[in-house]
Structure formats: C-alpha cells, structure tokens
C-alpha cells in the first residue's frame, strides 16, 4: 500500500537546488515523498485476520509479536541531501523498537538498529528482506536507513548528477 505525500513537509524540505551541480530545480519535481502506509507482512496478517495491533506516534507498530519501525530513506544512500525521499518500514527486534521509542520520548537521545525491510521499494522489486542499518538521534521524526544489503541500491552512490536522480526519480515513482 503506496501513497504519494505532496505536503507541507515534504515541500519544505524539497532541495531548491540539485546536490550534485547547483542548477536550481523546479519546485515540483522533488517535492513529493513516496510512502509505504503499511508494512507488506502487516498487509498480509491483516487480510488473514489477525489485528493490526498498536502503533506508537505513527513510528512503532506492534502486531502478532513482530515489531516494524517507520524509517526515511533517502536514494542513493549515502547522499544525506538527496531530494529523494522514501518513508519505509523496517522490521526490527522488540529491543531496538524500545530504544526507537525512547528517542521519540527524549528519554534517549541517540540509537541505531539494523533490521530488514518490511516493503519493497518502488522501482527496485525485491527489495523485502533486505537488511539494513538505521540511525535516529531526538532531532528526527523517524530514524534514518543509512546502510542497505541489496546490490542494486548499495552500488548506486550520489554523484551521478542532475540527469541521473531525475532517470532514479522517474524509475521510483513510476510504479506509484
């Protein structure tokens, strides 16, 4: 389950110029966040029936004793700036949901988790499974997935310019 945001937030936070060379972009083109509402294996215990179970400031589900964490994810992974944004779902040990949850509550300040994804991404079918690394410090909504095992979204790296995040954006949300 897939939504597009074209928010306030998302707006706001849209890069008014490209990373990679400094040409202003147009405002629309990296304006929106792509938005998994739902983890797949939520989805899947939902339709056979099982409760979807309680959800911590729209960040921590718990359900049939599987915990999944919201995480931004940004493509490439290791351009902190990029105007590719991505909300997805991790599944995580009850351990580092519990951490997650003390960071929103400020009674931490820093954790980091690793996990595996609970959605594909669009664009990069197959991705479910994959394990990843995420980070979350009491200045972040939701933590951030810095590191990702699958081969296609490891080799992809921020320095392929202007047209190569907006060939990136169009294979994202082409799916959408």
């Known amino acids: 389950m897939l939504t597009f945001m074209e928010d306030k937030e998302a707006t706001d936070a849209a890069p ?10 147009p405002l ?12 797949k294996p939520l989805l899947d215990m939902n339709e056979a029936g099982y409760p979807l179970g309680a ?16 995480c931004d994810m940004t493509l490439p992974l290791d351009w902190d700036e990029s105007p590719i944004r991505l909300m997805v779902w991790v599944e995580v040990d009850h351990r580092f949901a519990k ?7 400020r009674e931490e300040t820093h954790t980091e988790g690793m996990g595996a994804l609970a959605c594909d991404i669009p664009g990069f079918a197959g991705t479910i499974g ?4 995420f980070a979350m410090d009491d200045t972040q909504p939701r933590p951030r997935v810095r ?10 790296h921020g320095h392929g310019g202007h047209q190569g ?10 799916e959408g």
């Open 16 to 25: 008014r110029t490209c990373p990679c060379c400094g040409d202003l972009l």
């Open 28 to 39: 629309g083109l990296f304006a929106h966040r792509l938005r998994v509402l739902l983890p």
């Open 55 to 70: 959800c911590y400031e729209g960040v921590v589900i718990c359900a049939a004793e599987r915990w999944f964490v919201a």
């Open 99 to 105: 951490r997650v949850s003390r960071v929103i509550d």
């Open 130 to 133: 994959a394990r990843v690394a």
């Open 147 to 156: 590191i990702c095992n699958d081969a296609r979204l490891k080799k992809m």
């Open 165 to 174: 995040l907006a060939e990136l954006y169009r294979r994202c949300w082409s």
